[in-house]
């Protein structure tokens, strides 16, 4: 099997976007079949560690302290309490967790707590995932030593349209922490959103973007936007001229990371809880190989066990038994 290709160009990605759908989906399907099973889905449960009062002003997120959304700010969970919702998301059959704090990066002084929170989840057996913001060399290194799988950092959306939806950062700092988190040795998982009023070229560009770093991101998020009140994107979506991304739209980006990120994990992540099972059956035959499980993202309302166990059952699905994970590996090595 070739390596996957990290020289993709925008016209090719282009090219992909524009095949005719059955033509798109029969390639990405292939492709996904020559890597993974086709009926098997990663499970991923998150956990949001530390809720809203964000310094960012990320025009989607609820949780920016410039948004209007109601949700309250909280302190950093109590590592016991992040411990025993963990446990829960494994005996729901989850094998990786992954906790998101609302910070624009994370202070020293929370690190040992942070760490601690790896390492307890690690020993569970379940892959770990942290997304905490932008990251300084040092603190890469801290949570590689703790033994952490895997590192959100999504670039949501093209590099043209970055500054309509955040000003207070840029998409290079997001390169760097990513650039950070690959030297670290842990595992990236980088994505990003669409239905945030974006064209098509733009969602070329946030595939490209993805699809010619130095290697591709083990796991690849696609959201679609979750529109929240009281955030810019969602009050724009409630008053058109925003609509919600088309549904056929939505597959074609979840076929075309498919085949230009062959070996990557691609998570139908945000925004399933308003798609059809049609729809999200579609996104499986595409090539969506993972989901968000539990009936809440971080802030946002998720499909939730029940109706996923429906969904899987009705499509023949099951969930994907991880590899050893690299902090179990890192675990039994140090033990040997
Ligand atoms: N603060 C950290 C950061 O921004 O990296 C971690 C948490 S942040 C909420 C994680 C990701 O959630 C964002 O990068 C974005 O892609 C996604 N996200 C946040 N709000 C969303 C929404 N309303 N709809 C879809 N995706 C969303
Ligand atoms: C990702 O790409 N999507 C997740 C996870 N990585 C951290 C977050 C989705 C958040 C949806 C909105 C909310 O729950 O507030
Ligand atoms: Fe903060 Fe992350 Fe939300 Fe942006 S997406 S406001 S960085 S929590």
Not at 9 to 26: N, Q, S
Request: hydrophobic share 40%; aromatic share 4%; with cysteine.
């Amino acid at each position: 099997m070739t390596a996957p290709r990290t020289d993709w160009t925008r016209d090719e990605i282009a090219a992909l976007f524009d095949l005719p759908f059955t033509e798109l989906v029969f390639r990405a399907a292939t492709v996904h079949r020559e890597r993974f099973a086709a009926d098997e889905v990663q499970l991923s449960t998150l956990l949001s560690i530390k809720t809203g009062g964000c310094a960012e002003d990320c025009g989607y997120c609820s949780q920016s302290a410039s948004a209007n959304s109601g949700v309250e700010a909280t302190k950093l969970m109590d590592v016991q309490a992040v411990l025993q919702s963990a446990a829960q998301a494994k005996d729901n059959g989850s094998s990786r967790f992954c906790m998101g704090a609302a910070w624009r990066n994370p202070k020293d002084r929370d690190m040992p707590a942070i760490i601690e929170m790896v390492k307890g989840v690690r020993g569970m057996g379940l892959e770990t995932c942290m997304t905490l913001g932008m990251l300084e060399p040092h603190q890469a290194q801290q949570l590689a030593e703790a033994g952490l799988d895997y590192y959100n950092h999504n670039i949501d959306t093209s590099p043209e349209k970055y500054a309509e939806i955040i000003t207070t950062r840029t998409m290079d700092d997001r390169l760097d922490t990513l650039a950070q988190v690959r030297k670290a040795g842990i595992n990236v998982c980088s994505g990003g959103i669409v239905g945030m009023g974006e064209t098509r070229d733009d969602r070329v560009g946030v595939l490209h973007t993805l699809a010619t770093l130095p290697s591709h991101p083990q796991s690849v998020p696609i959201n679609a936007l979750v529109p929240v009140k009281g955030t810019v994107l969602g009050d724009m979506l409630a008053d058109p001229p925003l609509a919600k991304i088309d549904d056929v739209e939505f597959v074609r980006t979840v076929a075309v990371a498919r085949i230009t990120m062959p070996a990557s994990m691609v998570r139908l992540s945000a925004g399933r809880e308003s798609m059809s099972d049609a729809a999200q059956a579609l996104c499986f035959m595409a090539g969506a190989n993972s989901i968000f499980t539990g009936d809440r993202l971080l802030t946002a309302p998720n499909a939730g066990d029940d109706k996923d166990g429906a969904l899987f059952a009705r499509l023949g699905l099951k969930p994907m038994v991880a590899e050893e994970p690299r902090g179990c590996k890192l675990l039994r090595e140090a033990a040997e």
